[in-house]
């Protein structure tokens, strides 16, 4: 649907929020097929003699390709435009996650995580892209809250169907049924996204909205030109020092609940659905608060820096999971911190649309992810051999908050006034 009769648009729309309901089913199942691998680890490590180490280079193969995928499917959907870079991504990701299925060897899940890692890298840019094209800047951290919250959706719906499908049909269908959703997605995603300036379904009205903001120069901007920015740099060093701990709540939080608090592969859905319905608080939360304070005046600068520093503080309190013998206590503090990276996510992804052109958006975000995935390849080398030396979360629990307050020092140091920039 790129084009439409511009006399025949609606008298009233809001059909922005559509298009971010779609990213939000994207962003749900690209986890929902992330999360399996991290669901199954004990079991995989029982039934395929998997160590410590060998998935942690599982992990990091997946973060490699994913930082190769992330930096070239940026620049893929400023060159292809959304709908098909998207599309494109979604289709290949999906028989990546259905081909973990056929695998029974440390080198056939590196395979299938290197292409689901390449294709799984388009998500966040061509999301993000959509929303910097559909929302002026005082909606966009809110609308970015929403559909990153899919993100928690799909470790939720993946904690609950995941251990049911491997109970009663097997790990091998656990991985085939997930991967198959995303092909049911690309129907409404070819049927229904457009661009906003041709859409039928966007009325005057919305589209003066949508296009409030001033307008780009024409320029066509090369990835060099982007790299002179500080604000390109200070995204890169905020997702380089906290995506890692992020990848670590979703890929090893399932196994220490298994293995400190004692959970199981037929009770740990609920434990894993706390968490990540509490993170859903905080994505949405994350781009509320920033959104709500530029409502009420405040300067983009102070609403995004405000936001960025709340969530940093809440990730503290995570030092006790591994302190505490409540197991729901250590679930809590948990979610706490996922919440709150979540909402660090909205505001940080918010400040490449408030910084850069619409037209390189995908890009920058797709540098700054290729940052974060390379630091979480070795992040992912780092915890396998901590875990296979001492047995023990402690170290890995404790450098997290100090990844937020650091990232936060250093944003303010690069970026002390975040402005719009035309080129």
């Not at 259905?98 to 292409?115: D, E, K, N």
Request: proline content about 4%; overall charge positive.
């Amino acid at each position: 649907m790129d084009n439409g009769d511009y006399n025949a648009r609606p008298q009233v729309s809001n059909y922005r929020w559509w298009i971010c309901v779609l990213l939000f089913f994207g962003t749900t199942i690209c986890y929902l097929d992330r999360q399996v691998i991290g669901l199954l680890k004990p079991t995989l490590e029982k039934d395929l003699k998997i160590t410590e180490i060998q998935f942690g280079h599982i992990i990091f193969w997946f973060q490699a390709a994913y930082a190769a995928g992330y930096l070239l499917a940026g620049r893929l959907n400023d060159i292809l435009r959304v709908r098909r870079g998207y599309a494109l991504a979604v289709f290949v990701w999906s028989l990546a996650a259905m081909a973990h299925g056929l695998v029974r060897t440390v080198a056939g899940f590196s395979v299938a995580r290197i292409v689901l890692g390449l294709s799984e890298g388009g998500n966040f840019p061509a999301a993000i892209r959509s929303v910097s094209e559909w929302f002026p800047r005082k909606e966009r951290a809110l609308a970015t809250g929403i559909f990153n919250a899919g993100s928690n959706v799909g470790v939720m719906v993946s904690a609950l169907l995941v251990p049911w499908i491997t109970l009663n049909y097997g790990w091998s269908v656990a991985f085939w049924v997930t991967g198959a959703v995303g092909f049911i997605w690309l129907i409404p995603w070819l049927l229904f996204y457009g661009q906003p300036e041709t859409h039928p379904s966007v009325s005057k009205a919305e589209l003066e909205w949508i296009q409030a903001d001033p307008a780009d120069l024409p320029e066509k901007i090369s990835w060099v030109s982007l790299l002179k920015h500080r604000s390109t740099w200070a995204f890169a060093v905020g997702a380089l020092l906290t995506s890692p701990i992020w990848w670590f709540y979703l890929y090893w939080v399932p196994d220490f609940l298994f293995k400190t608090q004692h959970f199981d592969l037929k009770n740990i859905g609920w434990p894993l659905v706390t968490v990540y319905l509490i993170a859903d608080f905080g994505s949405v939360g994350g781009g509320w608060l920033s959104s709500t304070l530029i409502h009420r005046g405040w300067s983009v600068n102070a609403a995004r820096k405000t936001a960025l520093l709340t969530c940093a503080l809440c990730v503290v309190p995570v030092l006790l999971a591994t302190q505490v013998s409540s197991p729901w206590f250590a679930t809590v503090v948990i979610g706490l911190a996922a919440a709150a990276h979540q909402g660090w996510s909205a505001n940080l992804y918010t400040l490449v649309s408030d910084t850069t052109p619409r037209k390189a958006v995908s890009s920058v975000v797709g540098m700054g992810g290729m940052a974060g995935a390379i630091a979480g390849m070795f992040f992912a080398e780092l915890v396998g051999h901590v875990l296979e030396w001492t047995h023990s979360y402690v170290i890995l629990f404790a450098i997290a908050p100090c990844a937020y307050l650091l990232a936060f020092g250093l944003i303010q140091l690069l970026v002390p006034k975040i402005e719009p920039r035309q080129a």
